[in-house]
């Protein structure tokens, strides 16, 4: 089994509701507080390594580092190649800003968007156009119903039952 299996069997089938499962996560979200409070300190620089030297260089587990990883991989511009990894597998932590904050907003991640460090990363009207974005990706918009007596919408002029409606 991968590590990445392994991380999300054990991770994914704790009960948040729980004294063990609120315990894990609890850690696991002050962990990743930690680490990207650090990578957003630095935002030019990539770091890179073996995923077992940036779980020693964050001071955490192999396996909270694997999550973190799987975690952070849809907003590095050069995703890891987190399914096969191994703990001597070489990864890199190069994100894009703009995409590493759509992200966090959509995991409704408030502590990791509402991060201070992003003052200095990214405008507060990019924030809020960021934000705004991913709230409404998620909104369905039904289109309005052309009824059969309304004017056909391909411009002909007849009823809609008469023209493009009549092979219905």
């Known amino acids: 089994m991968s590590l990445l299996e392994e991380w999300r069997e054990y991770a994914y089938s704790l009960d948040t509701n729980q004294k063990d499962g609120q315990v894990f996560w609890g850690n696991y ?12 300190a630095d935002p030019d620089k990539v770091v890179e390594g073996t995923v077992e030297e940036l779980a020693a260089k964050y001071n955490t587990t192999l396996s909270l580092m694997v999550g973190f990883l799987d975690g952070i991989n849809d ?11 191994e703990a001597t597998t070489k990864v890199n932590l190069g994100f894009d800003k703009e995409k590493l ?9 408030d502590w990791l968007y509402e991060l201070p460090a992003w003052d200095e ?9 960021l934000y705004r974005d991913q709230k409404k990706s998620g909104t369905v ?12 919408p391909c411009g002909s002029g007849k009823k809609y039952k008469k023209c493009c409606g009549a092979n219905l």
Do not use: H, T, W
């Open 29 to 40: 979200f002050n962990v990743e507080k930690g680490i990207y409070e650090q990578l957003l």
């Open 75 to 85: 907003s590095l511009k050069n995703p890891n190649p987190i399914e096969e990894m």
């Open 101 to 109: 904050f759509y992200n966090m907003v959509e995991a409704k991640a």
């Open 121 to 129: 990363l990214l405008s507060e009207e990019k924030r809020k156009e």
């Open 141 to 152: 918009v039904k289109e309005k119903k052309v009824g059969r007596n309304d004017p056909c």
